[in-house]
């Protein structure tokens, strides 16, 4: 990964040169999430280098995507050329590295929708994908994003509401909450599919009153992610 191989560490080298180069040695990204956890604002100009480790063989992706998503949340601009690499994450197979992309996903929405919007297909096919119980946190974070881009690009998100509707037949419990908590607020993007879909499970149970109730002369909810439980 080119971090620098033959560096002087003998006294009077305290700048840690590569030997012939003239150039600082890269940080490692044990050095910049150690920096990140005391104040992400000093790093924010490590996300090059932290998109770097996203391929490595050494396994610190994982330790990369958690910095890049703590600077998210307090830079989330600065984290926009992350994009790419998060969007390559979702594909991991580790929960927790997934999970952290896609916290820096949200953050980074919430911001600048627009930066997201190329993610939104691998989104949708993550919906089908996160829908265990164990990962229903991870359920409601691609919602949240998919609903911060739908106020700005509905069309770009419409694909996802035949996914969400076959969610509403999952057997968890939990499951089907945090997808009504998703059609709660995408009612003002897509007023005649949500409805529809309360009109369909109007003869069901509580589920169904909690969406006729939030369609009902349609007084919607804004985007908090506290209703869906996110962190």
Do not use: W
């Not at 979702?90 to 896609?102: E, F, Q």
């Not at 059609?183 to 007023?191: A, M």
Request: aromatic share 4%; net charge negative; charged share 30%.
């Amino acid at each position: 990964m080119g971090r620098g191989s033959g560096v002087n560490d003998f006294p009077g080298t305290e700048g840690s040169f590569e030997a012939g180069e003239g150039t600082p040695d890269p940080k490692s990204v044990e050095d910049i999430a150690d920096a990140a956890r005391e104040d992400p604002s000093s790093v924010r100009s490590e996300i090059p280098t932290l998109c770097e480790y996203i391929d490595d063989e050494d396994s610190k992706t994982r330790l990369a995507a958690d910095t890049i998503a703590r600077i998210a949340k307090e830079h989330p601009e600065s984290a926009r050329s992350a994009v790419p690499e998060l969007h390559q994450l979702l594909h991991d197979p580790d929960y927790m590295t997934r999970a952290r992309a896609l916290s820096a996903l949200f953050d980074i929405a919430k911001e600048t929708p627009a930066t997201v919007r190329p993610v939104v297909p691998t989104l949708i096919y993550r919906l089908s994908e996160e829908d265990d119980e164990g990962e229903v946190d991870m359920l409601a974070i691609i919602g949240g994003i998919l609903i911060l881009i739908a106020e700005r690009y509905p069309e770009a998100v419409r694909p996802a509401i035949s996914d969400l509707k076959t969610l509403l037949e999952e057997d968890s419990e939990d499951v089907r909450s945090v997808v009504i908590d998703i059609f709660h607020e995408l009612v003002n993007s897509y007023p005649d599919e949500t409805e529809q879909v309360a009109l369909d499970l109007a003869q069901s149970d509580d589920e169904a009153k909690r969406v006729a109730g939030n369609t009902h002369g349609h007084k919607y909810v804004k985007t908090s992610g506290t209703s869906m439980r996110l962190s």
